[in-house]
């Protein structure tokens, strides 16, 4: 049995006006890599915020390591690497200047991690932090937050503001510390970066858990749409009849969702004279899309998809 | 105990201010020492009869016949009260209330230092630096006056005098410091932490204006200032220093329970 590390009861934290997170339970392995999506707004930063001993939950507690996050912040800290969704820096300070006062807080004396990832990273650090560009920022950041060799790595939108090259590098980056077993909790808004790292992801929604789904079975279960282009109307409308699961048509064109077993849409596919026939997978994002609209409000209700919780 | 790291940056940029104001104190006090020679001490003797108000307002009556009385009245009743506290201010700024404010706190937080050695550390910084101004003025006040007028200064009082200033900056700096812990925002600190101070001296200049008005004096803390028993060698000096010490540490002590327990806004 995996130890786990991260540990969420009954999570409570109220800030008025339907603001804050509610009731949330969640457990995160060792090993794993969590992804958590959700809204602006939905309680994500509120999360991190109880994880990491900045707020004090209103009810239910937080554990990291089977330690509390605000009474013994200072020991977790000492195993943990984290990245906040806004950064700031300590002002009047260069780049070096503020990795090297990180080290010295986190007392680490060899820096070789540090330097690695410097270069890991292409980053010129000499300059004030200040004069930064948000993306050179972002890199400091993650450097802070992987220097020590941390267990436990926490991530709030840690690619916002990196190049597509640099976010390919930081995804490098998870992917070969997962492989050494870290535990790491990422918070984020690109779904690529969650497919590509993650094995499992939270959705939460107005500070609720509406679903944890696995990765591994969630890709799987894409479903694949077929837009079929007939020869004549007719012969469309005929194919309505077959009891395929219709997502859409418009005149000679039907796109139909199969799910599991090809070949009966193939064998019934033989009776027509077709134009033209397209794949279309499901992407990551549209599985999660209706996490974040307003009009579904039951989160994963209308389509079969369980929570792990 | 203390988070060293940490220490060094708070100490580095304190320095810089540190030396502005200390420079600005020094010149201050070699002018108004320099003015004890009697010609111009007659002149403030005049202003003093001619408007007994405003210059009791600004703190500057009294006896002025010995040199450390004329210091008292002329230096330590105003510019070593409100030179001094506007370092703290920006001190206890930097030192506490710019991490929290910009959301820095995080990165600092974000280490294996707990809030409880991070505040004291803070603390610390400031409180030093406070001993290194006020100590640094008065080592350049003293070299001033024997320069001067050597042999003049009664340096027992003196060093009394500093003593009891730097206690009552320990109180001033600990309004700023609490209310520093207390807010989350700057604007809300400067509001407090600049306003009461400024306020209790307002408190104190129209206490001094005159007899109705004297009540005002059990309103603000200035009233703990004993200079003027220093001066005449008389009261019970100890008790006020005390009561100043008493209410920095209850400051100080409130302003960092509160950092470790509240919740912080990044």
Not at chain 1, 100 to 111: E, L, S
Not at chain 2, 232 to 251: D, P, T
Request: hydrophobic letters at 45%; proline letters at 2%; glycine letters at 8%.
């Amino acid at each position: 049995m995996e130890q786990s590390v991260i540990e969420i009861l009954n999570l409570t934290k109220d800030y008025g006006d339907g603001r804050g997170i509610f009731n949330t339970n969640l457990i995160v392995k060792q090993g794993e890599v969590f992804g958590f999506l959700g809204p602006n707004g939905a309680g994500k930063s509120t999360t991190i915020r109880n994880l990491m001993g900045f707020i004090r939950p209103d009810g239910g507690s937080c554990k990291i390591m089977g330690m509390d996050c605000y009474l013994e912040a200072d020991k977790i800290q000492a195993r943990l690497g984290y990245l906040a969704g806004e950064i700031s820096f300590i002002d009047g300070l260069t780049g070096k200047q503020m990795l090297d006062f990180i080290a010295d807080m986190k007392g680490i004396k060899d820096k070789s991690k540090m330097h690695e990832l410097m270069q890991h990273f292409e980053l010129n650090s000499s300059g004030k932090i200040k004069k930064m560009s948000k993306g050179m920022k972002q890199k400091v950041a993650i450097i802070c937050a992987f220097m020590g060799e941390p267990d436990v790595i926490i991530l709030d939108e840690p690619t916002s503001g990196l190049d597509p090259l640099m976010q390919n590098k930081f995804i490098d980056l998870i992917l070969e510390e997962k492989k050494k077993g870290k535990t790491i909790f990422i918070s984020s808004h690109i779904f690529e970066e969650i497919e590509r790292t993650c094995d499992r992801t939270a959705i939460i929604r107005k500070g609720r858990l509406v679903a944890i789904e696995d990765m591994k079975s969630l890709n799987k279960r894409k479903k694949k749409s077929y837009i079929i282009t007939f020869q004549s109307i007719e012969q469309a409308n005929q194919f309505l009849r077959e009891g395929f699961d219709i997502i859409d048509q418009k005149d000679k064109q039907i796109t139909v969702a199969i799910q599991g077993d090809i070949n009966p849409f193939i064998h019934s596919l033989a009776h027509y004279e077709i134009k033209n026939l397209d794949i279309k997978i499901e992407t990551i994002e549209e599985i999660f899309m209706h996490f974040y609209g307003e009009e579904n409000q039951a989160g994963g209700d209308q389509h079969d998809r369980k929570g792990t919780v | 105990m203390i988070a060293r790291a940490l220490f060094k940056v708070d100490m580095k940029k304190s320095i810089k201010l540190m030396f502005i104001f200390w420079v600005i104190l020094v010149m201050y006090s070699v002018v108004i020492i320099w003015m004890f020679d009697p010609e111009f001490s007659e002149m403030l003797l005049q202003y003093q009869q001619m408007m007994p108000e405003l210059m009791s307002a600004f703190g500057m009556e009294g006896e002025t016949n010995s040199l450390i009385a004329f210091m008292n009245t002329y230096l330590y009743g105003f510019l070593m009260l409100i030179i001094p506290m506007i370092f703290e201010l920006m001190l206890v700024n930097q030192c506490v209330m710019k991490y929290v404010d910009n959301g820095s706190i995080a990165c600092i937080l974000a280490t294996p230092n707990s809030r409880k050695k991070i505040i004291i550390t803070q603390m610390l910084a400031i409180l030093i630096s406070i001993v290194i101004l006020i100590s640094a003025t008065a080592m350049a006040g003293y070299l001033s006056a024997e320069i001067l007028f050597q042999g003049e200064l009664d340096v027992a009082k003196y060093i009394n005098l500093n003593i009891s200033t730097l206690l009552l900056h320990f109180t001033i700096s600990g309004i700023s410091f609490f209310s520093a812990c207390f807010f989350n925002e700057e604007k809300n600190y400067l509001a407090i932490g600049a306003g009461l101070p400024l306020a209790f001296y307002l408190i104190q200049m129209l206490s001094g204006m005159g007899d109705s008005l004297d009540k005002l004096k059990y309103f603000t803390i200035y009233t703990l200032f004993p200079a003027d028993y220093i001066i005449s060698g008389e009261g019970n000096v100890l008790f006020y220093n005390l009561m100043m010490l008493f209410l920095a540490a209850l400051l100080y002590s409130l302003g960092a329970i509160r950092f470790i327990k509240k919740d912080m806004p990044i």
